[in-house]
Structures are given as C-alpha cells and as structure tokens.
C-alpha cells in the first residue's frame, strides 16, 4: 500500500487517493489474499497506519505489518518498537525487517509463498 500514509498532498488529492485505494480495495478484494503494510520502526504506526488496519478489518482483508528498518535500531530500541507495535495494533501479525541486513526477509518471502500457494487451490 504505497503512499497512504507518507504522501503529503493537499485536501483534494488525498481525498482522490483515499477513493482509489477503497476502489482497488473494494472491487478487486477477491484477489487479494494477503496486503502488507509496511512501517518505520523508528516512528511505529502512524494514525493513518491505524485508519488502515480498520478499514481493512471492516473489509476482512488479511494483512503482514512489516516493522522495516530495524537495522537502524539497536537490539532494545527494535524490542520496544515491536511491543509498541503489537500493543496499538492488537496481536496483528508484524515481522520485523531491514532491506540492508536482510532480516525479516526470509519470513516475508514463507509468508508471502504461502498466501500464493492458497490461491493455487
């Protein structure tokens, strides 16, 4: 979900964006067997990040929260984070990941493999 939550736009193109993405979300839902949501591990979720889980929970969409960055953080800095994280969102599902280090990666991609082998069914 690129940009919903990081685009600075004013009043009128966040509203166009908004309705594009409850359009894809909405008529094109069948396809989607899993979104992930990536955030900062540095900032944690966003009260746009927070809109999203709730919307996609009223669409029943399943979703991966990737905490990214983490190479940025030292070891007690990504627990917090993480904590921080499961705490706003529920016990939703976030996996921690660097694009740098790799870390995470691996999960992502069983995760991902796995969703795709259910659409095979």
Not at 17 to 35: G, Q, T
Not at 63 to 82: A, G, M, P, Q, Y
């Amino acid at each position: 979900m690129p940009w919903y939550g990081f685009a600075k736009l004013g009043q009128d193109e966040r509203k166009k964006l908004d309705s594009l993405i409850s359009w894809y979300l909405e008529e094109f839902r069948f396809d989607i067997r899993k979104l992930v949501i990536i955030l900062d591990a540095k900032i944690g979720p966003t009260e746009s990040d927070l809109e999203m889980f709730e919307y996609l929970q009223s669409l029943s969409i399943p979703c991966i929260f990737l905490l990214n960055k983490i190479d940025k953080l030292s070891n007690n800095e990504v627990n917090k984070s993480l904590t921080h994280t499961q705490v706003v969102l529920s016990t939703q599902h976030i996996l921690p990941t660097s694009s740098v280090t790799k870390a995470g990666i691996h999960t992502l991609m069983k995760e991902i493999g796995g969703s795709l082998k259910e659409v095979k069914k």
